[in-house]
Protein backbone atom coordinates (compact mmCIF):
# COMPACT_ATOMS: atom_id res chain seq x y z
CA UNK A 1 0.00 0.00 0.00
CA UNK A 2 1.11 3.54 -0.70
CA UNK A 3 2.72 5.62 2.07
CA UNK A 4 0.21 8.10 1.20
CA UNK A 5 -2.71 5.96 1.26
CA UNK A 6 -2.03 5.39 5.13
CA UNK A 7 -4.40 6.40 8.11
CA UNK A 8 -3.67 7.15 11.30
CA UNK A 9 -6.39 7.38 14.26
CA UNK A 10 -6.61 10.14 16.50
CA UNK A 11 -5.11 8.38 19.32
CA UNK A 12 -2.50 7.69 17.17
CA UNK A 13 -2.30 11.76 15.86
CA UNK A 14 -2.54 12.74 19.62
CA UNK A 15 0.78 10.99 20.17
CA UNK A 16 2.43 12.43 17.39
CA UNK A 17 1.82 15.96 17.81
CA UNK A 18 2.28 16.75 21.19
CA UNK A 19 -1.70 17.90 20.99
CA UNK A 20 -4.88 16.11 23.31
CA UNK A 21 -7.61 15.18 21.20
CA UNK A 22 -9.85 16.96 22.69
CA UNK A 23 -7.67 19.86 20.68
CA UNK A 24 -7.32 18.22 17.71
CA UNK A 25 -11.43 17.25 17.75
CA UNK A 26 -11.92 21.25 18.81
CA UNK A 27 -9.94 22.70 16.09
CA UNK A 28 -10.93 20.48 13.23
CA UNK A 29 -14.45 21.41 14.20
CA UNK A 30 -13.79 25.24 15.17
CA UNK A 31 -11.04 26.05 12.62
CA UNK A 32 -11.50 23.18 10.48
CA UNK A 33 -7.78 22.97 10.37
CA UNK A 34 -7.51 19.30 8.87
CA UNK A 35 -10.50 17.26 7.24
CA UNK A 36 -10.14 13.47 8.24
CA UNK A 37 -11.40 11.05 6.72
CA UNK A 38 -14.22 8.14 8.14
CA UNK A 39 -13.70 4.81 8.70
CA UNK A 40 -16.60 2.21 8.24
CA UNK A 41 -17.22 3.01 11.99
CA UNK A 42 -17.59 6.53 11.85
CA UNK A 43 -13.87 6.95 13.51
CA UNK A 44 -11.89 9.64 12.27
CA UNK A 45 -8.72 9.17 10.11
CA UNK A 46 -6.04 11.11 9.56
CA UNK A 47 -3.41 11.07 6.80
CA UNK A 48 0.69 11.73 7.26
CA UNK A 49 -0.12 15.47 5.72
CA UNK A 50 -3.02 16.31 8.33
CA UNK A 51 -0.34 15.24 11.19
CA UNK A 52 2.42 17.52 9.16
CA UNK A 53 0.24 20.28 9.92
CA UNK A 54 -1.09 20.00 13.09
CA UNK A 55 2.37 19.58 14.48
CA UNK A 56 2.96 23.09 13.10
CA UNK A 57 -0.02 24.54 14.22
CA UNK A 58 0.49 22.98 17.79
CA UNK A 59 4.19 24.88 17.35
CA UNK A 60 2.98 28.24 15.95
CA UNK A 61 0.35 28.56 18.85
CA UNK A 62 3.16 27.55 21.29
CA UNK A 63 5.03 30.38 20.27
CA UNK A 64 1.62 33.09 20.69
CA UNK A 65 -0.20 32.84 17.11
CA UNK A 66 -3.71 32.49 17.93
CA UNK A 67 -5.12 29.35 16.32
CA UNK A 68 -8.31 31.63 14.65
CA UNK A 69 -5.63 33.66 12.92
CA UNK A 70 -3.31 30.63 11.24
CA UNK A 71 -5.89 27.96 11.15
CA UNK A 72 -6.57 28.30 7.12
CA UNK A 73 -3.01 28.84 6.04
CA UNK A 74 -1.26 26.73 3.43
CA UNK A 75 1.60 24.41 4.92
CA UNK A 76 4.01 26.71 3.19
CA UNK A 77 3.21 29.63 4.85
CA UNK A 78 3.19 27.96 8.80
CA UNK A 79 6.85 26.62 7.73
CA UNK A 80 7.74 30.22 6.84
CA UNK A 81 5.65 31.79 10.05
CA UNK A 82 8.08 29.20 12.31
CA UNK A 83 11.33 29.65 10.59
CA UNK A 84 11.23 34.01 10.29
CA UNK A 85 9.84 33.44 14.47
CA UNK A 86 12.56 31.22 15.65
CA UNK A 87 14.87 34.37 13.96
CA UNK A 88 12.89 36.52 15.92
CA UNK A 89 11.78 38.77 13.24
CA UNK A 90 8.21 38.70 15.04
CA UNK A 91 7.35 41.42 17.26
CA UNK A 92 8.74 40.75 20.58
CA UNK A 93 7.22 44.09 22.89
CA UNK A 94 4.75 44.77 24.77
CA UNK A 95 2.97 42.19 26.42
CA UNK A 96 3.47 38.15 25.81
CA UNK A 97 1.27 37.92 23.05
CA UNK A 98 -0.93 35.56 24.76
CA UNK A 99 -3.99 37.79 26.08
CA UNK A 100 -3.53 41.27 25.07
CA UNK A 101 -2.68 42.58 22.20
CA UNK A 102 -3.62 40.42 19.87
CA UNK A 103 -6.21 42.37 18.19
CA UNK A 104 -4.30 45.09 17.01
CA UNK A 105 -0.72 44.59 14.39
CA UNK A 106 2.15 46.22 15.33
CA UNK A 107 3.79 49.48 14.09
CA UNK A 108 6.22 50.10 11.88
CA UNK A 109 8.84 51.56 14.44
CA UNK A 110 8.48 48.21 17.17
CA UNK A 111 9.28 45.27 14.93
CA UNK A 112 6.59 44.41 12.64
CA UNK A 113 6.81 41.11 10.44
CA UNK A 114 9.53 41.62 7.55
CA UNK A 115 8.31 40.28 4.68
CA UNK A 116 11.32 39.09 2.71
CA UNK A 117 10.78 35.69 2.48
CA UNK A 118 7.42 35.82 4.25
CA UNK A 119 3.66 34.85 2.64
CA UNK A 120 1.91 38.31 1.84
CA UNK A 121 1.11 40.27 4.98
CA UNK A 122 -2.50 39.95 3.69
CA UNK A 123 -2.48 36.74 3.80
CA UNK A 124 -0.73 36.58 7.69
CA UNK A 125 -2.18 38.33 10.41
CA UNK A 126 0.40 40.15 12.41
CA UNK A 127 0.51 39.01 15.99
CA UNK A 128 3.48 39.76 19.02
CA UNK A 129 5.76 37.14 19.31
CA UNK A 130 5.80 35.19 22.52
CA UNK A 131 8.65 32.99 22.74
CA UNK A 132 7.17 29.50 23.00
CA UNK A 133 7.85 27.91 26.65
CA UNK A 134 4.86 27.80 28.47
CA UNK A 135 6.46 28.42 31.68
CA UNK A 136 7.13 31.94 30.87
CA UNK A 137 3.32 32.71 30.74
CA UNK A 138 2.73 29.66 33.23
CA UNK A 139 -0.24 28.26 34.86
CA UNK A 140 -0.60 31.68 37.22
CA UNK A 141 -0.81 33.70 33.93
CA UNK A 142 -3.11 30.91 32.56
CA UNK A 143 -5.50 31.43 35.58
CA UNK A 144 -5.01 35.09 36.01
CA UNK A 145 -5.91 35.35 32.25
CA UNK A 146 -9.55 33.06 32.44
CA UNK A 147 -10.82 34.87 35.50
CA UNK A 148 -10.21 38.27 34.27
CA UNK A 149 -12.30 36.43 31.11
CA UNK A 150 -14.73 35.41 32.90
CA UNK A 151 -15.59 38.99 35.17
CA UNK A 152 -15.78 40.77 31.26
CA UNK A 153 -18.17 37.86 30.35
CA UNK A 154 -15.76 36.91 27.39
CA UNK A 155 -16.73 33.43 26.32
CA UNK A 156 -14.68 33.94 23.65
CA UNK A 157 -11.76 34.92 25.01
CA UNK A 158 -11.90 32.17 27.92
CA UNK A 159 -12.30 29.46 24.99
CA UNK A 160 -8.98 30.47 23.42
CA UNK A 161 -7.49 30.65 26.29
CA UNK A 162 -8.26 27.31 27.95
CA UNK A 163 -6.98 25.83 24.50
CA UNK A 164 -3.82 27.17 24.71
CA UNK A 165 -3.53 26.08 28.43
CA UNK A 166 -4.59 22.80 26.96
CA UNK A 167 -1.62 22.70 24.11
CA UNK A 168 1.04 23.74 26.60
CA UNK A 169 0.37 22.32 29.61
CA UNK A 170 -1.14 18.77 29.05
CA UNK A 171 -4.49 17.64 30.56
CA UNK A 172 -4.14 16.60 33.64
CA UNK A 173 -1.52 19.87 34.82
CA UNK A 174 -4.92 21.31 33.26
CA UNK A 175 -6.92 19.82 35.59
CA UNK A 176 -4.70 20.47 39.02
CA UNK A 177 -3.02 23.87 37.86
CA UNK A 178 -6.13 25.73 36.20
CA UNK A 179 -9.01 24.54 35.82
CA UNK A 180 -9.69 23.36 39.80
CA UNK A 181 -7.87 26.62 41.01
CA UNK A 182 -10.32 28.70 38.31
CA UNK A 183 -13.21 27.07 39.99
CA UNK A 184 -12.62 27.62 43.04
CA UNK A 185 -11.74 31.26 42.60
CA UNK A 186 -14.96 31.40 40.92
CA UNK A 187 -16.75 30.08 43.90
CA UNK A 188 -14.89 32.06 46.29
CA UNK A 189 -15.88 35.28 43.92
CA UNK A 190 -19.64 33.96 43.93
CA UNK A 191 -19.81 33.72 47.73
CA UNK A 192 -18.13 36.98 48.24
CA UNK A 193 -20.27 38.96 45.91
CA UNK A 194 -17.27 39.56 43.57
CA UNK A 195 -18.72 37.07 40.98
CA UNK A 196 -21.84 37.89 39.90
CA UNK A 197 -24.63 35.36 38.72
CA UNK A 198 -24.06 36.06 35.06
CA UNK A 199 -20.82 36.25 35.27
CA UNK A 200 -20.54 32.40 36.68
CA UNK A 201 -23.10 30.88 34.28
CA UNK A 202 -20.97 32.26 31.22
CA UNK A 203 -17.71 30.43 33.38
CA UNK A 204 -19.87 27.30 33.60
CA UNK A 205 -21.34 26.91 30.31
CA UNK A 206 -17.14 27.63 28.58
CA UNK A 207 -16.39 24.93 31.05
CA UNK A 208 -18.57 22.45 30.75
CA UNK A 209 -18.42 22.42 27.25
CA UNK A 210 -14.52 22.10 27.56
CA UNK A 211 -14.48 19.45 29.91
CA UNK A 212 -17.34 18.03 28.55
CA UNK A 213 -15.01 17.69 24.95
CA UNK A 214 -12.40 16.20 27.12
CA UNK A 215 -13.95 13.56 28.90
CA UNK A 216 -15.02 11.78 25.75
CA UNK A 217 -12.99 8.98 25.91
CA UNK A 218 -10.87 7.73 22.81
CA UNK A 219 -10.78 4.09 22.78
CA UNK A 220 -11.30 2.28 25.77
CA UNK A 221 -11.33 -1.10 26.29
CA UNK A 222 -13.96 -3.20 26.76
CA UNK A 223 -13.65 -4.38 30.18
CA UNK A 224 -12.56 -0.66 31.23
CA UNK A 225 -14.23 -0.21 35.12
CA UNK A 226 -17.18 1.96 34.86
CA UNK A 227 -17.22 5.29 37.06
CA UNK A 228 -20.70 6.63 37.84
CA UNK A 229 -19.92 10.71 37.99
CA UNK A 230 -22.84 13.19 39.94
CA UNK A 231 -24.10 15.55 42.10
CA UNK A 232 -26.21 14.15 45.10
CA UNK A 233 -29.82 16.06 45.65
CA UNK A 234 -29.42 19.34 46.77
CA UNK A 235 -25.86 20.22 45.39
CA UNK A 236 -26.51 22.46 41.74
CA UNK A 237 -22.97 23.08 41.57
CA UNK A 238 -21.72 20.59 38.98
CA UNK A 239 -18.20 21.67 37.48
CA UNK A 240 -16.51 20.11 39.91
CA UNK A 241 -18.31 16.80 38.99
CA UNK A 242 -17.27 16.99 35.48
CA UNK A 243 -13.79 18.02 36.54
CA UNK A 244 -13.81 14.18 38.01
CA UNK A 245 -15.23 12.84 34.67
CA UNK A 246 -12.61 14.39 32.71
CA UNK A 247 -9.93 13.00 35.31
CA UNK A 248 -10.81 9.81 35.49
CA UNK A 249 -11.54 9.48 31.67
CA UNK A 250 -8.32 10.12 31.03
CA UNK A 251 -6.94 7.17 33.34
CA UNK A 252 -8.42 4.84 31.29
CA UNK A 253 -12.11 4.74 32.97
CA UNK A 254 -16.08 4.60 31.70
CA UNK A 255 -17.23 7.43 33.04
CA UNK A 256 -21.05 7.43 32.93
CA UNK A 257 -22.04 11.30 34.15
CA UNK A 258 -25.21 11.84 35.53
CA UNK A 259 -25.14 15.90 35.89
CA UNK A 260 -26.42 17.83 38.93
CA UNK A 261 -28.89 17.16 41.53
CA UNK A 262 -29.47 13.46 41.36
CA UNK A 263 -31.53 11.72 44.33
CA UNK A 264 -29.99 8.89 45.80
CA UNK A 265 -32.23 6.77 44.06
CA UNK A 266 -31.31 7.66 40.59
CA UNK A 267 -27.84 7.47 41.44
CA UNK A 268 -27.99 3.76 42.76
CA UNK A 269 -30.56 2.62 39.56
CA UNK A 270 -28.01 4.15 37.15
CA UNK A 271 -25.07 2.32 38.98
CA UNK A 272 -26.75 -1.00 38.76
CA UNK A 273 -27.50 -0.76 35.42
CA UNK A 274 -24.25 -0.07 34.68
CA UNK A 275 -21.93 -2.01 36.62
CA UNK A 276 -20.45 0.52 38.52
CA UNK A 277 -17.04 0.10 40.67
CA UNK A 278 -17.49 3.27 42.15
CA UNK A 279 -20.02 6.26 42.36
CA UNK A 280 -18.37 9.84 42.68
CA UNK A 281 -20.17 12.20 44.26
CA UNK A 282 -19.26 16.19 44.18
CA UNK A 283 -20.53 18.35 47.35
CA UNK A 284 -19.58 22.08 46.80
CA UNK A 285 -22.52 24.15 48.65
CA UNK A 286 -24.20 24.26 50.82
CA UNK A 287 -21.55 23.03 53.92
CA UNK A 288 -25.51 22.38 56.14
CA UNK A 289 -27.39 20.86 54.24
CA UNK A 290 -29.49 18.79 56.65
CA UNK A 291 -31.02 16.09 53.98
CA UNK A 292 -27.73 15.19 52.54
CA UNK A 293 -26.77 12.97 55.22
CA UNK A 294 -29.92 11.12 54.65
CA UNK A 295 -29.45 11.09 50.49
CA UNK A 296 -25.66 9.65 51.51
CA UNK A 297 -27.32 7.40 53.88
CA UNK A 298 -30.44 5.83 51.16
CA UNK A 299 -27.41 5.85 48.97
CA UNK A 300 -25.12 3.32 50.27
CA UNK A 301 -28.17 0.93 51.44
CA UNK A 302 -29.34 0.84 47.85
CA UNK A 303 -26.23 0.30 46.03
CA UNK A 304 -24.65 -3.28 46.22
CA UNK A 305 -21.82 -3.43 48.94
CA UNK A 306 -18.69 -3.97 46.41
CA UNK A 307 -19.38 -0.23 44.93
CA UNK A 308 -17.03 1.97 46.55
CA UNK A 309 -18.78 5.81 46.85
CA UNK A 310 -15.92 8.77 46.58
CA UNK A 311 -16.74 12.29 47.68
CA UNK A 312 -15.10 15.08 47.35
CA UNK A 313 -15.66 18.97 46.65
CA UNK A 314 -14.95 21.98 48.25
CA UNK A 315 -17.96 21.57 50.73
CA UNK A 316 -17.10 17.68 51.45
CA UNK A 317 -15.24 18.09 54.85
CA UNK A 318 -18.15 19.64 56.30
CA UNK A 319 -19.86 15.85 55.48
CA UNK A 320 -16.82 13.90 57.03
CA UNK A 321 -19.05 12.45 59.86
CA UNK A 322 -21.71 11.36 57.47
CA UNK A 323 -19.07 10.28 54.90
CA UNK A 324 -16.94 8.01 57.36
CA UNK A 325 -20.64 6.84 58.96
CA UNK A 326 -21.89 4.91 54.79
CA UNK A 327 -17.66 3.98 54.65
CA UNK A 328 -17.09 6.16 51.55
CA UNK A 329 -13.98 7.96 50.97
CA UNK A 330 -13.21 11.89 50.98
CA UNK A 331 -11.22 12.69 48.12
CA UNK A 332 -9.63 15.78 48.83
CA UNK A 333 -7.44 16.73 45.48
CA UNK A 334 -6.80 15.54 42.21
CA UNK A 335 -4.11 13.21 43.66
CA UNK A 336 -6.23 11.54 46.03
CA UNK A 337 -8.88 10.87 43.00
CA UNK A 338 -5.88 9.00 40.92
CA UNK A 339 -4.73 7.10 43.70
CA UNK A 340 -8.14 5.88 45.20
CA UNK A 341 -8.72 5.22 41.35
CA UNK A 342 -6.03 2.95 40.44
CA UNK A 343 -6.65 1.26 43.97
CA UNK A 344 -9.81 0.55 42.54
CA UNK A 345 -8.98 -0.64 39.88
CA UNK A 346 -7.16 -3.49 40.64
CA UNK A 347 -10.26 -5.00 42.74
CA UNK A 348 -12.61 -7.17 41.51
CA UNK A 349 -16.32 -5.23 39.46
CA UNK A 350 -19.22 -5.52 41.63
CA UNK A 351 -21.82 -8.42 40.50
CA UNK A 352 -24.47 -6.81 38.11
CA UNK A 353 -27.13 -9.13 39.74
CA UNK A 354 -26.24 -8.22 43.18
CA UNK A 355 -29.44 -6.22 44.53
CA UNK A 356 -29.57 -5.41 48.09
CA UNK A 357 -33.16 -6.84 49.40
CA UNK A 358 -33.94 -3.81 50.96
CA UNK A 359 -34.09 -2.27 47.19
CA UNK A 360 -37.65 -3.42 47.38
CA UNK A 361 -38.72 -1.04 49.56
CA UNK A 362 -38.56 1.59 46.88
CA UNK A 363 -41.67 -0.02 44.56
CA UNK A 364 -42.85 3.52 44.47
CA UNK A 365 -39.87 4.75 42.45
CA UNK A 366 -40.49 3.42 38.82
CA UNK A 367 -37.33 3.95 37.11
CA UNK A 368 -35.73 1.92 39.86
CA UNK A 369 -38.09 -0.59 40.19
CA UNK A 370 -37.46 -1.47 36.25
CA UNK A 371 -34.02 -1.75 36.91
CA UNK A 372 -34.08 -4.05 39.61
CA UNK A 373 -36.97 -6.18 37.79
CA UNK A 374 -34.53 -6.34 34.92
CA UNK A 375 -31.68 -7.65 36.91
CA UNK A 376 -33.82 -10.14 38.71
CA UNK A 377 -34.93 -11.74 35.08
Not at 105 to 125: L, M, Q, W, Y
Not at 253 to 262: E, K, N, Q, T
Given at each position: MSEVLVKHSIKTVARQTGLSPHVIRAWEKRY??????RSEGKQRLYSAADIDRLTLLRQATGAGFSIGTI???PLESLQSLLANAERGVSSVGG???????LSG?????????????????????RFPFAVPDPSLEGAFGFLEGAFEAVLRMDAAALEGLLER???????????????IPLVERIGDGWLTGQVKVAQEHVATAVLRTFLGNIARPIALHPRAPVLVVTTPSGQLHELGAIIVAAAATSMG??????????PAEEIASMSIQQGARAVGLSIVHPTDDPVLSQELKLLRRLLPGATRILVGGRASSAYQTDIDAIGAVRVGSLEDLRSQLNQLRGEPPPARLAVDEEVLELKGNRAFSAVTEALRR
Open positions: QTVRPTASLSRGMTSNGASRGSGEVEEVGFPKTSDIPASVAMGQMRLLSELIWRVVYGGACL
